[in-house]
């Protein structure tokens, strides 16, 4: 059995469907921090190579150093020397390929934040599986793309599968955010320094002077200025004005809500 459990699945199809896919990535990205890297991608790579022995797809070189060089130039599309999930996507035959679909057409942080807030329909943080479908089902009509209702639920359960960590049935935004590409991705930079409900509260209330229950884009610039400072984080101003950009779509008419704030800063949702 525990060869079995070793040996990766579907490497050698022509074409794999979604959940498919989604085995491979949970195979191969075995610390699930969202890229395959260092070890885990020379595992990917050996096995990819035996895959394809059969089927006339094998790289010219015979040392591996050069293969596996001439494969990362192909795919690595960002150069960052690691393979994220839009990268393995374009490398294995996925059927109608989805995520490819979610990322062209919710290709920025601000409109996947837009999206959010549209389909998180009761405030609560999370998009629950309902939900989820709405989403999925507006963003193949988006893209033009036939589907039926057993096709909309494979994708609902595999997305729900590869993004839901707790498995809890529903989506946090740092979770679903993992479909964006990952240098689009303004929340995984915020992965480190999440916040406490007492810490977002002292630093909510500090900024919200009067009190009022939000703040507007420049309290919110400068508390994001004041975030990466306090957690000694890098930070170009193109890339902050794009986080804050993104981080406002969840405004209303230029007001940003403590609850809307806090799913983004706080590492749990509001109850």
Known sequence: MASSQQQPPYLHLAELTASQFLEIWKHFDADGNGYIEGKELENFFQELEKARKGSG????????????????????KNSDGKIEMAELAQILPTEENFLLCFRQHVGSSTEFMEAWRKYDTDRSGYIEANELE??????????NRPYDEPKLQ??????????????????????????????????????????????????????????SGYIDENELDALLKDLYEKNKKEMNIQQLTNYRKSVMSLAEAGKLY???????????PPM
């Open 57 to 76: 797809m094998m790289s010219k070189s015979d040392n591996f150093g050069e293969k596996m060089k001439e494969f990362m130039q192909k795919y690595d």
């Open 134 to 143: 709405g989403f999925l089902s507006d963003l193949l009509k988006k893209a």
């Open 154 to 211: 494979e994708y609902t359960q595999t997305i729900l599968r590869m993004f839901d960590l707790n498995g809890d049935g529903k989506l946090g935004l740092s979770e679903m955010s993992r479909l964006l590409p990952v240098q689009e991705n303004f929340l995984l930079k915020f992965q480190g320094m999440k916040l406490t409900s007492e810490e977002f509260n002292a630093i909510f209330t500090f900024y919200d002077k009067d009190g």
């Open 258 to 268: 403590r609850k809307d704030l806090e799913i983004v800063l706080c590492s749990e």
